[in-house]
């Protein structure tokens, strides 16, 4: 501690969300955060010499916990935006996604998008895909959940008709936890996630720096394998 302008030792408290499969959810054996976005922040804090404090909580928290400087870092599949960047610093870009919807496997009539009129369609608030619904489909009955979680299940037991998200969210969920869902149509927009710092954050250059450097020495690669491989 003590060069200003210098993380070395450092700790650094972390914001996460807590629920988003494979990026960040809780182990309920070890009681630990695990995912994507916790291996990779862990590996950017190791390549750039400081430690995390990790703390999980609801996505529209850790947006909150951005603005108001309470937390150092967000890592939480954070979609960088027009309108966030106006209170919010970014990374650079680590994972390309976009939005996607599920649906029960028997059913047939939402087959894409231009199928949502008349349909209870649930997301997330606070997110990109309750920003897109809102914007392209007001003919659709929005109903938003403060977990994604929550909509999953009210679309396994029929009270919606399908559920917006992030593509790998519902490709995960779909594939891993899912009672009888299925995706429908194709990637609806798309996003890139980034690293989140409150506003002029001396943090991000050395983010971005330790983060070039896993990308190039291969560490990306493997932890994007652990979670994305077959
Ligand atoms: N990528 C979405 C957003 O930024 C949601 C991320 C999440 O639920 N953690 O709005």
Known sequence: SGDSGDSEG???????????????????????MEGFDIDLIKAIADEAGFNIEIESMKFDGVVAGMQSGRYDIGIAGMTITE??????????????????????????????????????????????????????????????????????????????DAVMYDVPNVQYYVANDAEGLKTAGDILQGEQYGIAFPKDSELVEDVNEALQTLIDNGTYDDIYEEWFGE
């Open 10 to 32: 450092e700790t650094y408290t972390v914001a996460t969300d807590n629920n988003f499969v494979p990026f960040e959810f809780m182990n309920e054996e070890t009681g630990e």
């Open 83 to 160: 309108e966030r960047k106006e209170t919010i610093d970014f990374s650079d870009p680590y994972y390309d996604a976009g939005l996607m919807l599920a649906v029960s496997a028997d059913n047939d009539e939402i087959q894409s998008e231009d199928d949502l009129a008349g349909k209870k369609v649930g997301t997330r608030s606070g997110t990109t895909s309750e920003t897109y619904i809102t914007e392209n489909h007001p003919d659709a009955e929005l109903v938003t959940f403060p977990g994604i979680v929550e909509a999953y299940m009210d679309l396994e037991s029929g009270r919606l």
